[in-house]
Protein backbone atom coordinates (compact mmCIF):
# COMPACT_ATOMS: atom_id res chain seq x y z
CA UNK A 1 0.00 0.00 0.00
CA UNK A 2 3.32 2.24 0.22
CA UNK A 3 3.06 2.72 -3.29
CA UNK A 4 -0.42 3.90 -3.55
CA UNK A 5 0.01 6.64 -0.62
CA UNK A 6 2.83 7.30 -2.77
CA UNK A 7 0.75 8.16 -6.13
CA UNK A 8 -2.00 9.56 -4.02
CA UNK A 9 0.26 12.16 -2.64
CA UNK A 10 2.02 13.32 -5.68
CA UNK A 11 -1.18 13.91 -7.18
CA UNK A 12 -3.50 15.65 -4.63
CA UNK A 13 -3.65 19.09 -4.21
CA UNK A 14 -4.00 21.87 -6.81
CA UNK A 15 -2.20 22.33 -9.50
CA UNK A 16 -1.69 25.07 -12.41
CA UNK A 17 0.26 25.48 -15.79
CA UNK A 18 0.99 29.08 -15.21
CA UNK A 19 4.79 28.98 -15.97
CA UNK A 20 3.95 26.92 -18.96
CA UNK A 21 0.91 29.12 -20.48
CA UNK A 22 3.44 32.24 -20.09
CA UNK A 23 5.99 30.93 -21.80
CA UNK A 24 3.96 29.47 -24.99
CA UNK A 25 2.36 33.05 -24.72
CA UNK A 26 5.49 34.75 -24.85
CA UNK A 27 6.41 32.59 -27.66
CA UNK A 28 3.21 33.11 -29.72
CA UNK A 29 1.45 29.66 -28.89
CA UNK A 30 -1.86 29.06 -28.76
CA UNK A 31 -2.00 27.30 -25.53
CA UNK A 32 -4.60 26.79 -22.25
CA UNK A 33 -3.52 28.09 -18.99
CA UNK A 34 -5.19 25.14 -16.92
CA UNK A 35 -5.88 24.23 -13.53
CA UNK A 36 -6.28 20.70 -11.73
CA UNK A 37 -7.82 20.12 -8.30
CA UNK A 38 -7.51 16.46 -7.00
CA UNK A 39 -9.18 15.85 -3.56
CA UNK A 40 -9.69 12.24 -1.91
CA UNK A 41 -13.39 11.80 -1.27
CA UNK A 42 -13.82 8.56 0.08
CA UNK A 43 -15.25 10.57 2.97
CA UNK A 44 -17.90 11.64 0.76
CA UNK A 45 -18.44 7.80 -0.16
CA UNK A 46 -21.01 5.90 2.34
CA UNK A 47 -20.62 2.03 2.98
CA UNK A 48 -17.45 1.35 1.70
CA UNK A 49 -16.35 -2.03 2.03
CA UNK A 50 -14.49 -3.06 5.31
CA UNK A 51 -11.77 -3.84 3.30
CA UNK A 52 -11.46 -1.65 1.31
CA UNK A 53 -7.95 0.04 0.18
CA UNK A 54 -8.59 1.90 -2.97
CA UNK A 55 -8.44 6.27 -2.97
CA UNK A 56 -11.68 7.47 -5.16
CA UNK A 57 -10.33 11.33 -6.30
CA UNK A 58 -12.39 13.81 -7.77
CA UNK A 59 -10.50 15.35 -10.67
CA UNK A 60 -11.52 18.98 -10.97
CA UNK A 61 -9.88 20.12 -14.70
CA UNK A 62 -10.55 24.01 -15.77
CA UNK A 63 -9.11 25.23 -19.24
CA UNK A 64 -8.95 28.72 -20.33
CA UNK A 65 -8.35 29.71 -23.82
CA UNK A 66 -9.16 32.62 -25.59
CA UNK A 67 -10.77 33.70 -22.23
CA UNK A 68 -13.57 31.16 -21.99
CA UNK A 69 -13.06 28.62 -19.27
CA UNK A 70 -14.07 25.20 -19.84
CA UNK A 71 -14.52 22.92 -16.85
CA UNK A 72 -13.95 19.24 -16.77
CA UNK A 73 -14.46 17.04 -13.56
CA UNK A 74 -13.83 13.36 -13.06
CA UNK A 75 -14.31 11.10 -10.49
CA UNK A 76 -11.33 8.42 -10.24
CA UNK A 77 -10.63 5.16 -8.47
CA UNK A 78 -7.04 4.76 -7.82
CA UNK A 79 -6.24 0.95 -6.06
CA UNK A 80 -2.62 -0.62 -5.94
CA UNK A 81 -2.17 -3.77 -8.31
CA UNK A 82 0.66 -6.49 -8.98
CA UNK A 83 1.19 -4.58 -12.33
CA UNK A 84 1.51 -0.92 -10.74
CA UNK A 85 -1.41 1.45 -10.26
CA UNK A 86 -4.70 1.63 -11.72
CA UNK A 87 -6.69 4.30 -12.33
CA UNK A 88 -10.22 3.76 -13.23
CA UNK A 89 -12.74 6.21 -13.60
CA UNK A 90 -16.25 6.14 -12.44
CA UNK A 91 -19.40 8.07 -13.85
CA UNK A 92 -20.68 11.32 -12.01
CA UNK A 93 -22.98 10.18 -9.41
CA UNK A 94 -26.39 10.92 -10.19
CA UNK A 95 -28.25 14.01 -8.98
CA UNK A 96 -24.57 15.65 -9.68
CA UNK A 97 -24.38 18.35 -12.30
CA UNK A 98 -22.04 17.13 -14.59
CA UNK A 99 -20.68 20.54 -15.71
CA UNK A 100 -19.94 22.16 -11.83
CA UNK A 101 -19.18 18.98 -10.29
CA UNK A 102 -16.20 19.57 -6.99
CA UNK A 103 -15.07 18.21 -4.28
CA UNK A 104 -17.11 20.48 -2.66
CA UNK A 105 -20.56 20.22 -4.22
CA UNK A 106 -20.02 16.37 -3.96
CA UNK A 107 -23.12 15.04 -1.59
CA UNK A 108 -22.60 11.96 0.09
CA UNK A 109 -23.07 9.06 -1.96
CA UNK A 110 -23.60 5.10 -1.56
CA UNK A 111 -20.53 3.32 -2.81
CA UNK A 112 -23.45 0.42 -4.20
CA UNK A 113 -24.81 3.50 -6.40
CA UNK A 114 -21.41 4.51 -8.19
CA UNK A 115 -20.79 3.23 -11.82
CA UNK A 116 -17.84 2.32 -13.51
CA UNK A 117 -17.09 4.24 -16.68
CA UNK A 118 -17.73 1.49 -19.59
CA UNK A 119 -16.14 4.00 -22.32
CA UNK A 120 -12.50 4.96 -20.24
CA UNK A 121 -10.19 1.84 -20.22
CA UNK A 122 -8.42 2.15 -16.95
CA UNK A 123 -4.87 2.99 -17.06
CA UNK A 124 -2.10 1.41 -15.55
CA UNK A 125 0.82 3.72 -14.09
CA UNK A 126 4.69 2.13 -12.99
CA UNK A 127 7.27 3.83 -10.64
CA UNK A 128 10.83 4.31 -11.80
CA UNK A 129 13.54 6.28 -9.96
CA UNK A 130 10.41 8.24 -8.14
CA UNK A 131 8.35 9.01 -11.73
CA UNK A 132 4.96 7.51 -11.99
CA UNK A 133 4.23 7.11 -15.71
CA UNK A 134 1.52 5.36 -17.48
CA UNK A 135 -2.09 6.15 -19.11
CA UNK A 136 -4.45 4.15 -21.87
CA UNK A 137 -6.13 4.44 -24.73
CA UNK A 138 -10.24 4.42 -24.79
CA UNK A 139 -12.09 3.66 -27.53
CA UNK A 140 -15.35 5.78 -27.01
CA UNK A 141 -16.90 4.53 -30.38
CA UNK A 142 -16.25 2.93 -33.20
CA UNK A 143 -14.58 6.46 -34.75
CA UNK A 144 -13.71 8.02 -30.88
CA UNK A 145 -10.32 7.55 -29.56
CA UNK A 146 -9.18 9.24 -26.54
CA UNK A 147 -5.58 8.85 -25.38
CA UNK A 148 -3.81 9.31 -21.86
CA UNK A 149 -0.27 9.44 -20.88
CA UNK A 150 0.77 10.47 -17.80
CA UNK A 151 3.73 11.40 -15.86
CA UNK A 152 3.83 12.42 -11.94
CA UNK A 153 6.59 13.18 -9.41
CA UNK A 154 6.83 15.90 -6.26
CA UNK A 155 7.48 18.60 -8.71
CA UNK A 156 5.35 18.12 -11.67
CA UNK A 157 2.39 16.53 -13.40
CA UNK A 158 3.01 16.45 -16.99
CA UNK A 159 -0.38 15.51 -18.58
CA UNK A 160 -1.37 14.57 -22.22
CA UNK A 161 -4.34 13.91 -24.05
CA UNK A 162 -5.97 13.58 -27.22
CA UNK A 163 -9.19 12.99 -28.51
CA UNK A 164 -9.39 11.43 -32.31
CA UNK A 165 -12.28 11.33 -34.65
CA UNK A 166 -11.66 8.91 -37.89
CA UNK A 167 -8.10 9.34 -37.01
CA UNK A 168 -7.92 13.21 -37.29
CA UNK A 169 -7.46 15.25 -33.28
CA UNK A 170 -10.40 16.75 -32.21
CA UNK A 171 -8.75 17.47 -28.80
CA UNK A 172 -5.55 18.01 -27.51
CA UNK A 173 -2.14 19.46 -27.81
CA UNK A 174 1.60 18.85 -29.26
CA UNK A 175 3.30 19.25 -25.93
CA UNK A 176 1.94 17.91 -22.64
CA UNK A 177 0.46 20.06 -20.41
CA UNK A 178 3.04 20.64 -17.65
CA UNK A 179 1.11 21.03 -14.13
CA UNK A 180 2.96 22.36 -10.71
CA UNK A 181 1.68 22.14 -7.57
CA UNK A 182 -0.02 25.67 -6.22
Known amino acids: MMKLENFVGMMTGH ?3 KDQFNKMQAEG ?9 NTICN ?11 GKFVV ?22 IEQGILLSSYEIPKGEDKNTFSYDSM ?11 EKFTPALYHEKDGIWEGGSTS ?10 WEKFSNNFLEVSE ?3 VNGKRTFGYDEPIIYKRV
Not at 29 to 37: F, G, L, N, R, S
Open 15 to 17: FDN
Open 29 to 37: KIYPYAEHV
Open 43 to 53: DKINNLPEDFK
Open 59 to 80: EESYYEINGKRHASPHLFLITE
Open 107 to 117: KNVDYSKLKKS
Open 139 to 148: QFSPVMTFKL
Open 162 to 164: SME
